[in-house]
């Protein structure tokens, strides 16, 4: 069951400055840019430091802010869903299989 209400948990900057930079950016099928973290995929909102994920027709309520910075700002709630399954082609891509 996709698990609602979930508040937004911000993410302490440790004291070196050590900006959360552990995601990539993908392209999508669709031509869009889509931001990989922690394998869940999650795809660019309205207002550009906002990404929701990219299940968010199936339910999902799961989200990502960017900072100015480009590190992560903050993400929040809880995917509905198993990650999705991506292979790195020997060029480089990622590419869905699942
Ligand atoms: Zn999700």
């Known amino acids: 069951m996709?698990?609602?209400g979930v508040k937004p948990t911000r993410i302490e900057k440790s004291k070196q400055n050590c900006y959360i930079s552990?995601?990539?950016?993908i392209p999508s099928q669709k031509g869009r840019q889509l931001v990989m973290w922690?394998?869940?995929t999650y795809a660019q909102d309205h207002n550009k430091r906002r990404?929701?994920?990219s299940k968010?027709?199936?339910g999902c309520k799961a989200r990502l802010k960017l900072g100015i910075d480009g590190s992560i700002e903050s993400v929040?709630?809880?995917h509905a869903h198993p990650p999705?399954?991506?292979v790195k082609t020997p060029s480089g891509n990622m590419?869905?299989?699942s």
């Open 2 to 4: 996709p698990t609602y």
């Open 38 to 40: 922690r394998q869940y």
């Open 51 to 53: 990404y929701y994920c």
């Open 22 to 25: 552990d995601y990539q950016f």
């Open 76 to 78: 929040g709630g809880i």
């Open 56 to 58: 968010q027709k199936m």
């Open 95 to 97: 590419v869905r299989v």
């Open 84 to 86: 999705p399954v991506y």
